[in-house]
């Protein structure tokens, strides 16, 4: 967030203190994981709704999100409109059509098939909620005037993170979407050309016979993704 009129640096005492005793702290980290162990990213939906506080609620916590110069360089488009939906499924299948008829890469396409992705997108349209995710080139003013935004893909990226985790919380499944190029869904949401589409986000509970890939289940250890150097 910038406002012209506040340019100057001010020290606020630190509002919030959150500080637990060392097993206590353990004990809630390894809480969180293995909650977080729980989320799933699920292709079967079923219909049933999900009241919009929920992910009214979920994105004003994602909107908590750290990023650069604190410009908060994101937008939220949450859609549970029939029509809509059933719009950007049939614009993301068609752009999925040429990647998965050799435009994705043989490389890429092998990597793909123990996940079983492919072209037909029904989750679109059963998900009670889409969620489009836009990045925010640079900002305006209230006067007009324009800025940069800074470190845009990190801040939206952590910010979509919690997003992520934060439906997750609520008892909600959600799947990534990526389609390339989403031009379209800057009309279709009313968004300027400024801002780009990175991502959408399906969300909703998982279908009675909802499955999930096996090699989803397959993470690496602790070992592969993590150092320690102590002094």
Not at 62 to 71: F, K, R, V
Not at 126 to 138: D, E, G, K, N, S
Not at 185 to 195: A, K, T, V
Request: aromatic fraction near 8%; proline fraction near 9%; include cysteine.
């Amino acid at each position: 967030m910038y406002f012209r009129e506040q340019v100057r640096y001010e020290p606020l005492p630190l509002p919030d203190r959150v500080r637990r005793p060392d097993d206590e702290a353990v004990r809630e980290a390894e809480a969180f994981r293995d909650d977080l162990r729980k989320r799933h990213s699920v292709r079967d939906f079923c219909a049933d709704p999900v009241p919009e506080e929920v992910i009214r609620a979920c994105v004003e916590a994602a909107g908590t999100a750290p990023s650069g110069a604190n410009h908060q360089p994101w937008f939220f488009v949450a859609i549970s409109d029939p029509a809509m939906k059933a719009q950007i499924r049939a614009a993301a299948e068609e752009e999925e059509k040429d990647f998965y008829a050799g435009g994705g890469g043989d490389e890429w396409l092998k990597a793909l098939e123990p996940i079983g992705t492919g072209v037909s997108k029904p989750h679109l349209d059963i998900a009670p909620w889409l969620i489009v995710i836009f990045a925010q080139r640079h900002g305006v003013t209230k006067d007009g005037e324009r800025y940069k935004n800074y470190y845009v893909p990190e801040s939206v990226g952590i910010a979509t993170g919690m997003l992520i985790t934060a439906l997750h919380r609520a008892g909600l499944c959600c799947l990534t979407h990526t389609p390339n190029p989403m031009r379209f869904l800057n009309g279709l949401c009313g968004r300027p050309e400024s801002e780009k589409p990175i991502m959408i986000l399906a969300v909703g509970h998982p279908a009675a016979d909802a499955t999930v890939p096996a090699v989803a289940k397959l993470k690496k250890p602790l070992g592969e993704i993590l150092s320690v150097h102590k002094g």
